[in-house]
């Protein structure tokens, strides 16, 4: 009867032992979350930390998700920046990436069930400072169609010797010394620099920058936009422009012609009085793209008028495709390109193309000759630009046999249609 009686008391008080223990871990843990340690954060550099947490307790459901996560305010969750360490319980080890130096953050680990996340107790540390130059751009001032000014302000060389600095910049964010840059001496405090070459009506991106022994500091980023000049509008607008010789000759005015130099005689032209624009079809199909950005694309659209005594075979509308001089010369660099542009007064306009085989309306002009092999540039005085509904571009050259003697002049009236329905067909 004893025995009955003991072993009814000890079930019953091994009954109440279990209810008593879970009993007490749903009080510990009621909301059925894990239980989260955070680790001490250790081995912090300039852009770097390890961290981690310890999990205690899944809270009843499988832990899917543990890290941890941190900010520059105080409590961070996981919306903010976080790692990503696995699933299940126990300890693990964390680092922190892409941080900046000098800088206090907080972190916390995170552990997520299905029933949500918790996090552990948030810690704070504060980066390695960089050692980097600290500095500040100016804002671009005197801006014009090829230039502009700025500078910046050295406010501490981060522990060293400044042994360069000056600005630098380009059409992308986040300019850097191995693209675009001025040098401007060394040394702390201010600094002004003078941006030259640039292409009108474009944004650029500039950023001061300040060496040490420890690397290149870059101060903040400033943006400006070059002038427009007229020329260049009327040459380009505000992106591209795309110029066709002339179609309609009823005015008088002809696509190509070429005379005495002193214009006194009109030897010959395109359409006067000659079946040139009928023959010579392959060249009005030509186009010159102009845009602000200084780039000149010409496009032949796969033929090209053979010149006599330049190509061969010759008098023929060919097949660019096979570009042949007299002699076996290469001249492909004639069809179609990409290439560069200027304007320029000096004193009067002059329009310059730039490339390898660039021209304007006829390959055969030089700088002061004719020429039968491909330049490096060409340039054209500039005899009337004008911005109309339909824009008129007239450039001429002065070539010479003997530099001593009067030579002669080639003219290219080209046009731009602002409405792409008023242009005539090719005739």
């Avoid at 079930?11 to 223990?21: D, K, R, Y």
């Avoid at 003078?194 to 980023?221: C, D, F, I, M, W």
């Avoid at 200084?294 to 190509?311: C, I, N, P, R, T």
Wanted: hydrophobic letters at 30%; glycine letters at 12%; proline letters at 4%.
């Amino acid at each position: 009867m004893n025995l009955k009686k003991n072993y009814v008391i000890y079930l019953i008080n091994s009954t109440l032992a279990v209810l008593f223990l879970v009993t007490g871990c749903k009080k510990d843990n009621p909301d059925g979350l894990p239980v989260i340690s955070t680790s001490v954060v250790s081995e912090i550099t300039e852009i770097n930390a390890k961290s981690g947490g310890t999990i205690s307790s899944d809270g009843g459901e499988s832990v899917i998700a543990r890290g941890v996560c941190w900010s520059t305010e105080p409590n961070p969750t996981i919306l903010q920046n976080k790692t990503e360490d696995g699933s299940g319980g126990g300890t693990f080890i964390s680092l922190l990436t892409g941080l900046e130096g000098n800088t206090t953050y907080f972190v916390r680990a995170y552990a997520s069930n299905r029933n949500g996340t918790s996090y552990g107790m948030a810690m704070s540390f504060t980066t390695v400072k960089s050692g980097l130059p600290t500095l500040k751009t100016a804002d671009a001032v005197e801006i014009t169609e090829y230039s502009a000014e700025s500078g910046g302000e050295i406010t501490d060389d981060g522990g060293s010797d400044i042994t360069s600095r000056g600005l630098c910049w380009d059409t992308v964010p986040s300019p850097t010394v191995l693209g675009n840059h001025t040098i401007d001496g060394n040394g702390t405090g201010s600094f002004t620099t003078h941006l030259s070459g640039l292409h009108p009506y474009t944004k650029y991106y500039l950023r001061a920058y300040a060496s040490n022994s420890s690397g290149t500091g870059y101060g903040n980023e400033v943006s400006f936009t070059t002038l427009i000049g007229e020329d260049i509008f009327k040459l380009a607008g505000y992106g591209s422009k795309t110029w066709k010789l002339l179609r309609d000759v009823s005015s008088g005015d002809y696509p190509v012609e070429c005379g005495k130099e002193d214009h006194t005689q009109l030897w010959w032209a395109m359409g006067n009085g000659n079946n040139a624009l009928h023959d010579r079809q392959c060249m009005l199909n030509d186009e010159w793209i102009f845009s602000t950005d200084g780039s000149l694309e010409f496009k032949d659209y796969g033929d090209y008028w053979a010149e006599s005594g330049v190509f061969n075979p010759s008098l023929i509308c060919a097949n660019s495709s096979s570009m042949v001089g007299i002699n076996g010369e290469d001249l492909s660099a004639w069809g179609s390109g990409i290439h560069s542009y200027a304007i320029r007064k000096d004193p009067v306009r002059k329009l310059t193309s730039i490339g390898k085989g660039a021209y304007l309306g006829f390959y055969k002009l030089g700088n002061g000759e004719e020429t039968r092999i491909p330049l490096d540039s060409v340039r054209y005085n500039i005899v009337k630009l004008t911005d109309n509904s339909v824009d008129t571009l007239i450039v001429e050259g002065v070539f010479r046999w003997d530099p001593l003697q009067s030579g002669g002049y080639w003219r290219f009236v080209l046009v731009h249609y602002d409405n792409p329905g008023d242009e005539p067909p090719i005739p």
